[in-house]
């Protein structure tokens, strides 16, 4: 985020579908852009959704953002594994017992 209140924001509130699903700090300090950033990991099951997210300034003050999109769930057979994941190999998922 940035200009105008977005400067000054200390806490973004989400919500998806009209439901609270969390809220994160802002980072004080800017990037190299100018921006002030947030993050706030959570999943979403298949069909249209709409996050909104408020920002809060430490005075009270508020300003809102809200984005539509579509989780389209994977055709049948596929295999989605986030870059982080890693799949150990059989043996290290049984105990010394099962080997």
Known sequence: ??????????RAELYADDQAIGAAPVNRL????????WSLETSAPPGKHTVLAWLRTAGGMTTA????F????????ESVVSPDVVTPPAKALCGPAHR
């Open 70 to 77: 579509t989780v389209t769930a994977p055709a049948a057979g």
């Open 1 to 10: 985020m940035r200009g105008g209140l977005g400067g000054f924001a200390r």
């Open 65 to 68: 953002a809200k984005v539509t």
């Open 30 to 37: 800017p990037a190299r852009d100018g921006s002030r950033t």
